[in-house]
């Protein structure tokens, strides 16, 4: 529930702000923070992963960094709100059992009113950080900056400094591993009360040896709220740092964040992306036990959310059981002890790419029917080809929640439209996630042949 409403809030503010998505933690300035990101498409740009260390920027560097605090309000009385409200139908087994469910569920998500503060350092205080007496050398002023300077007139001026070893032990940067430091952080004024109500009802069945069928009706609600103390960080924005040869090098004043970048690409570089990914997901074929639990996590994003990065530490064997139940019930389906590499990469693949997705699309095709999503892939293979797609199908007709996307699918011209509904991401990166959660999705509802 709290990283849902933080990043409502971060969409609201600013994109060089990042969204807290843990509550205990406060990301107090000059914090260094590792920054740790893996790319797993070929056109949509990963989220990174922010881990705070238990070091701060002033307890590294010797000299006094002659940096001051500014304070002043971001946003008055911001309230959030939204309703997830659609059909849920699942169906599989294993054996002579097969257990369908069908159902409804409704979840609404609310808060009440927040004023939120801004704790930054100045502007210009931290482009002195960057532009100072000594001399950079080509390395950093390449990765700093893009380019090598070699004349002293034309050098840029960078604070860098040597770090100790004992430094550089504790700070343990792998490949890939960037490191930051807080430059800001904005809490909350008050305390703020933060809802969930989720409501679900239908109906579960069971066909044996295909001659006995059981079925159990009801309804469940669940209600939870929480208040939020003041003076939690709701959201923060870095500063990046470079380390070479235990040497810190401050970068120019320009927030690090994940981002989404148009790729200009042609139709067939984009076939050739989406058939590794088919070759990726191919061992999720006929893992109905493994969908059941996936549907449940779509229905919270903060679950989905903690599954992706669960899961994203799977492979380097450092994850721990998440707290969220319905991710801790889907690692024990998978069961990562013994999965191969294959099925665990395949899993990797298809929850980051329904992570990515934006707003409840993830929900939303969990509960397509193999007919619906094979629809779906055909318009998007038309889109990419060019051709002219097929009439929509009845179910995508009267499905108003996916009936936005798929009239987008059916009429797009060039990706044009796209590009002006999806404005966050490329339409190559679009179609990558879709294509990747469709596909992944239809195996895992498709029988396997013996």
Not at 18 to 43: A, C, G, H, M, P
Not at 103 to 132: C, I, N, P
Not at 133 to 144: D, E, F, G, R, T
Request: net charge neutral; hydrophobic share 40%; charged share 25%.
């Amino acid at each position: 529930m709290f990283p849902k409403f933080t990043k409502a809030i971060v969409e609201k503010l600013s994109a060089n702000l990042i969204s807290n998505d843990d509550l205990n933690r406060n990301w107090e300035l000059l914090t260094l923070v590792k920054i740790r990101k893996k790319n797993l498409f070929t056109y949509f740009d990963s989220r990174a992963k922010y881990q705070p260390l238990a070091l701060k920027l002033s307890s590294i560097v010797d000299a006094d960094l002659d940096l001051e605090t500014e304070t002043k309000m971001l946003v008055k009385d911001f309230q959030s709100f939204s309703c997830l409200d659609g059909a849920v139908e699942v169906g599989g087994g294993s054996g002579d059992v097969q257990v369908d469910v069908k159902g409804q569920m409704k979840t609404v998500d609310a808060s009440s009113k927040v004023s939120l503060m801004s704790d930054h350092f100045r502007f210009h205080d931290l482009e002195k950080l960057t532009f100072r007496s000594m001399w950079a050398s080509p390395w950093i002023c390449k990765q700093l900056h893009g380019e090598t300077q070699t004349s002293r007139s034309t050098s840029f001026f960078l604070s860098c400094r040597k770090l100790e070893q004992k430094v550089l032990d504790v700070l343990q940067l792998k490949d890939g591993e960037k490191l930051a430091f807080v430059k800001q952080r904005v809490f909350n004024t008050g305390p703020v009360h933060v809802f969930r109500e989720a409501s679900r009802s239908g109906s579960t069945g069971a066909k044996v040896l295909n001659l006995v069928s059981a079925g159990v009706k009801g309804g469940k609600a669940e209600k939870s709220k929480f208040t939020v103390p003041e003076n939690k960080t709701f959201a923060f924005a870095l500063k990046k740092l470079m380390v070479q040869d235990g040497v810190l090098g401050f970068s120019s004043e320009i927030s690090y964040k994940a981002g989404s970048g148009v790729i200009a690409s042609e139709a067939v570089l984009i076939e050739a992306g989406l058939q590794r990914n088919q070759a990726v997901l191919k061992p999720l074929a006929g893992r109905t036990d493994l969908l059941r639990g996936l549907v449940e996590v779509l229905e919270d994003r903060d679950a989905l959310t903690l599954l992706e990065d669960t899961l994203d530490l799977v492979g380097s064997g450092e994850y721990q059981r998440p707290q969220c139940e319905a991710a801790a019930w889907f690692l024990t389906l998978l069961d990562v002890s013994t999965a191969s590499r294959e099925l665990t990469d395949a899993v990797h693949l298809l929850v980051s790419a329904l992570e990515a997705l934006p707003g409840d699309l993830p929900a939303l095709l969990a509960r397509c029917d193999p007919g619906t999503l094979s629809c779906i892939i055909h318009m998007m293979d038309c889109l990419l080809y060019g051709q002219v797609p097929p009439p929509l199908e009845r179910p995508l007709q009267e499905d108003k929640e996916l009936h936005r996307l798929v009239r987008l699918l059916h009429s797009a011209k060039d990706f044009r439209d796209l590009r002006e509904n999806f404005p966050d991401f490329s339409p190559e990166a679009l179609l990558e996630l879709l294509y990747v959660g469709v596909r992944g999705l239809s195996l895992m509802q498709s029988p396997v042949c013996s």
